[in-house]
């Protein structure tokens, strides 16, 4: 994956992933507690003080995109640049709350079926036949939703729609570098317009790619691959920054 090659000779690379969400992990009870929203955020920096980090450049997509963007606003120290993809700022709308507590409840009696993969890929993907060649990106989506446990993501689901709204004053005055990437054809194609517009134009940079769905980062990533080394230069990395070509 040309993202991969892009970042792993120049970073330390950690993935956070939500509790219960990483492949292998063993199924929760159905009373077990999840954490709340504002305890996901509070994970993030938790995980750096673990591994002994003091700053990172994050990059998050969807959920987690929302979840390390309010991390930056309460720890801003600790943020040298945000890369988010395909995230919204707002509180859960109705037709998002309609369609969560729908797949929750399908989760929680038939599990991560047919059905959930195929409903999940048509709203996160846009899928074309020659840009999938041998179905590869589908059947991978589709194995690594095999190894997801269904009370585990329907408890995800649950905290991620207790979610507060950011408040755009304190978006605008954020100062830490950032950078949007959404598909055109993501559904959340206008709520990631409005979060961006409630960043300071200084601060936020806006990559809109063409034939895409909201994960950019699977579908195309090359398109993120010029992008990102400009912006991490401007992060301050520079022999990064000025890497050759793949």
Known sequence: MPIRRLLFPYFAVYAIDAPGQAAGEAEMAADAPYPEFGELVEQVGAVMDAFGVESAVLMGVGAGGTVLTHFALSAAHRVKGLVVIGATHKAP?????????????????????????????????????????????????????????????WKFIASYMARPPLDD???ASLTTPVIFFVGRDSYYYDDVVDFFGAFN?????????????????????????????LFFYRCGHVAFGLAPKE
Do not use: I
């Open 93 to 153: 709308g109705w037709l998002e709350w309609a369609y969560s507590h729908a797949s929750q409840f399908w989760l929680s009696w038939w599990g991560v079926d047919g059905y959930v993969k195929d409903q999940l890929m048509q709203r996160y993907f846009t899928w074309r036949e020659e840009a999938d060649e041998g179905g590869l990106m589908r059947l991978t989506y589709q194995e690594a939703l095999a190894n997801v446990k269904a009370t585990n993501l």
């Open 169 to 171: 004053a304190a978006l």
């Open 201 to 229: 134009s200084e601060s936020a940079s806006w990559v809109p790619v063409w034939g895409a769905g909201n994960m950019v980062h699977m579908e195309m990533p090359q398109e993120l691959v010029t992008p990102l080394r």
